[in-house]
C-alpha cells in the first residue's frame, strides 16, 4: 500500500538555525498537507500543495513539492522555540484530490533557547 | 462554530467493553475522516464520511470498530469488545470537498484518549 515517509524522525537545533524536514511517497501523490502538532495537542493544518514543482511560502517556513510529486520538504529559517513540535506531511495518492490523508509518521523538532 | 468538537476527552475501559466516542464537526464541512494516533506516530486512517455515505474503511480496521454519520452531521465511532491494543488516541477531522473536485485542509478536533486496562 501506500507509504509517506519522513525524515528525520527527530532534530534538534540551536535557536536560530534553519530546519528541513523531508518527505517521500512511494506512489505518486495527487496534493501534500503539512500539519504541525503541539506536544499534548492536535495537528493543525499548515498548507497544502497541489502543482508540480510548487514552492509556498509563510513567514519563515518555505514549502516544496517535487517534479514528480512523489517528494516534499518543509524548510524554517531561523528557528524559534514556538517552532517547537511535530511537523507531519500528508498526501493523498491518485490524479485527483479526493480521497483520505496518508500521514507520515513526523519529525519532531526541539529549539534550544 | 467553535471547530471541531469530541466528547469525552478520556475514556478508561476495561478489556472488554464497549466504547462509543462523538465528533462533531465543522457545520459547512461535508466531510468527516476518524484516525488513530499512537505516540510517536502519525494519524493512522480509519475510515471517512461525505455528508452521511462512508466512502472508505481501512483494511486494518477489525470488525469490531463501526463508524456512522446518520443525519451528515455528528458521527460515533464505537469499539466494541476492546483490547488492549486499541488504547490510542482516536482523533476526528473535517474537511470541505468542493464541487470543483477540490479539498481543503483538515480540521482536528482534540481527540479522546482511550486506555484500555
Known sequence: GQQVMQIPQYQHVQEGEDFTTYCNSSTTLSNIQWYKQRPGGHPVFLIQLVKSGEVKKQKRLTFQFGEAKKNSSLHITATQTTDVGTYFCAGSRGSSNTGKLIFGQGTTLQVKP | ?117
Open chain 2, 1 to 117: 462554530d467553535t471547530g471541531v468538537s469530541q466528547n469525552p476527552r478520556h475514556k478508561i475501559t476495561k478489556r472488554g467493553q464497549n466504547v462509543t466516542f462523538r465528533c462533531d464537526p465543522i457545520s459547512e464541512h461535508n466531510r468527516l475522516y476518524w484516525y488513530r494516533q499512537t505516540l510517536g506516530q502519525g494519524p493512522e486512517f480509519l475510515t471517512y464520511f461525505q455528508n452521511e455515505a462512508q466512502l472508505e474503511k481501512s483494511r486494518l480496521l477489525s470488525d469490531r470498530f463501526s463508524a456512522e454519520r446518520p443525519k451528515g452531521s455528528f458521527s460515533t465511532l464505537e469499539i466494541q469488545r476492546t483490547e488492549q491494543g486499541d488504547s490510542a488516541m482516536y482523533l476526528c477531522a473535517s474537511s470541505l470537498f468542493r464541487h470543483t473536485g477540490t479539498l481543503l485542509g483538515y480540521t482536528f478536533g482534540s481527540g479522546t484518549r482511550l486506555t484500555v486496562v
